[in-house]
Nanobody
Framework: QVQLVESGGGLVQPGGSLRLSCAAS????????MSWYRQAPGKQRELVAG???????NYADSVKGRFTISRDNAKNTVYLQMNNLEPEDTAIYYC??????????WGQGTQVTVSS
């Protein structure tokens, strides 16, 4: 059974940093594309960053230069390092697995709030 469990969210002041983690189980982690999405109140869920099994990455324009996605295949974990956070980054952040073999799965989400 595929499970994705996010952690690391919280309240941070503007300009601060957080690191989100997504611990995966139930599938061959190294073969899946892992992504972080976010959804702010009243807005659609949007892609933040993605990383392939070969560790090729892509980012939303709004987070380029501030966020870094990475993965540790030995620990079955994907990370999102978020620096210089802005109030506009406030959202629930979701981890997503995309696999041609087994389909798409989502984590339960972790809340990130950027406020002074």
């Amino acid at each position: 059974q595929v499970q994705l469990v996010e952690s690391g969210g919280g309240l941070v002041q503007p300009g601060g940093s957080l690191r989100l983690s997504c611990a995966a189980s139930g599938f061959t982690f190294s073969s899946g594309v892992m992504s972080w999405y976010r959804q702010a109140p009243g807005k659609q869920r949007e892609l933040v960053a993605g990383i392939t099994s070969y560790k090729s990455t892509n980012y939303a324009d709004s987070v380029k230069g501030r966020f870094t996605i990475s993965r540790d295949n030995a620990k079955n974990t994907v990370y999102l390092q978020m620096n210089n956070l802005e109030p506009e980054d406030t959202a629930i952040y979701y981890c997503k697995l995309s696999s041609p073999a087994i389909g798409n799965y989502w984590g339960q989400g972790t809340q990130v709030t950027v406020s002074s």
